[in-house]
DNA sequence: TAACACGTATTC
DNA sequence: GAATACGTGTTA
């Protein structure tokens, strides 16, 4: 019922094109945008108009969410664009890899092309500040794109890649968020298409890839998260190199088991155009406290004085909460963020949550591997 | 026990 | 230096 609600919006569109539209009611295929290849394919994505509706509805939803345990998958298939958090562009927030992990399982605008909205919409939804940057593989400058890599991707492109909008990601991304307060900029900002920076977008595509979002979020992911969000519960990759499966670049692959080379902590690596497995560093090994790139000294705070043991840790990156990528603007957190210093409720890691040192392995796939197994082929 | 407040690490 | 966010002590 609440997705219901959320997918009403089903005909808000891009306005790539200069076209503001006024009714929210027009139906994509009869609008000249859609006649094109246009950058973003058949989704559009305008300023959401009924803003006040949507951030009402959002609020309601939000009232509904506090008091339920509602799928966080469901949640973050939202992105809740009336959030009063303006969403500015972004390096993906994916760990280790950067990986600009899609969100989105349904449109909140009633897109249906799960594809384009992967493509298109989610990219231009990452927001923040610039995640940390966790190890030293450099990202693909844009100009490598036209890869061999990269046009494997295509077929997931329909629509091909809104290109060229952008390019200010860079400086949003610095400025990062300011949780609340800030609604109107977000649509402003939604409007004039700022969300879909070429930087970002170009990243994303060549990052993200095949990493469609069912295989990082539609899988049976319960609310006990244990990093089950990859989708690929079951399937023993451990071994497999990512360049044997001929995986393209940007596919997630889940590490079962501890018997590798690879951080256990983290059962998620990333393929890269290379189809080399890019180990997460994002997360502090238990056994190897020591992430693939960090310098920072242990943690001081505490006074724990055993340094590396007490290092911050980071956001998983593939949990629900780490997936989602706007401040909901109206908890505790997000309403005091200058003096609380905490991360939007709805956004803060799973991972984060449990009790430091309590972090375990994944707890025995739910999900049978063949269903598994139906990511890859 | 959850929410809050604050110190502090991290990043830009 | 500012913004963000994690860790932890305090409070309700």
């Known amino acids: 019922m609440v997705m219901s609600g959320l997918t009403r919006s089903s005909s808000v569109h891009n306005d790539h094109s200069g076209h503001n539209l006024s009714s929210t009611t027009t139906t994509h295929g009869h609008h000249p945008d859609q006649s094109g290849a246009v950058a973003v394919g058949g989704c559009g994505l305008t300023p ?9 509805r959002y609020q309601s ?14 949640v973050n298939s939202m992105n809740f664009p009336q959030s009063a958090k303006l969403a ?21 605008w009633g897109c249906h092309d799960n ?3 992967n493509m298109n919409v989610n990219a231009a939804m990452l927001w923040g500040r610039k995640p940390p940057v966790h190890q030293t593989t450099p990202l693909a400058p844009p100009t490598t794109h036209p890869s061999p890599s990269t046009t494997h991707m295509q077929p ?9 909008q952008g390019g200010e990601g860079k ?15 977000m649509h402003h900002h939604h409007g004039n298409n700022n969300f879909q920076s070429g930087y970002a977008a170009a990243n994303h595509m060549t990052k993200q890839g ?4 069912d295989m990082l979020s539609l899988s049976n992911r319960s609310s006990s998260g244990n990093g089950g969000g990859g989708g690929v519960n079951g399937v023993n990759m451990s071994n497999f190199p990512a360049g044997m499966l001929g995986l393209p670049p940007g596919v997630i692959v889940m590490a079962m088991g501890s018997h590798n080379n690879i951080s256990d902590s983290s059962h998620f690596q990333m393929t890269t155009n290379h189809n080399q497995l890019l180990s997460d560093c994002h997360h502090v090994n238990q056994t190897n406290p020591s992430p693939c790139s960090s310098t920072s000294p242990g943690m001081t705070s505490g006074g724990q004085g055993s340094g590396a043991s007490k290092r911050k840790r980071k956001r998983c990156g593939v949990c629900a909460p780490c ?14 963020r200058k003096t609380g210093h905490q991360i939007c409720k709805f956004r803060k890691c799973d991972e984060l949550k449990k009790k430091a040192g309590s972090i375990q392995l994944e707890s025995p796939p739910s999900v049978p591997s063949g269903e598994a197994f139906r990511w890859f082929f």
Do not use: W
Request: a positive charge; aromatic letters at 6%.
């Open 115 to 117: 594809i384009n909205m």
């Open 61 to 74: 939803f939000a009232n509904f969410y506090t008091k339920t345990n509602v799928n966080m998958n469901a």
């Open 323 to 336: 997936r989602r990528l706007i401040n909901c603007g109206v908890c505790s957190a997000c309403r005091n």
């Open 171 to 185: 400086q949003h991304a610095r400025h990062g968020g300011h949780a609340s307060s800030q609604g109107q900029e």
């Open 48 to 56: 959401v108009l009924d803003y006040t509706a949507e951030m009402e």
């Open 88 to 108: 500015h562009i972004t390096a993906p927030m994916f760990p280790g890899g950067r990986l600009g992990v899609g969100v989105a399982g349904v449109s909140p």
């Open 156 to 164: 997931h492109r329909t629509g091909g890649v809104a290109g060229g």
């Open 210 to 213: 095949h990493a469609h979002q």
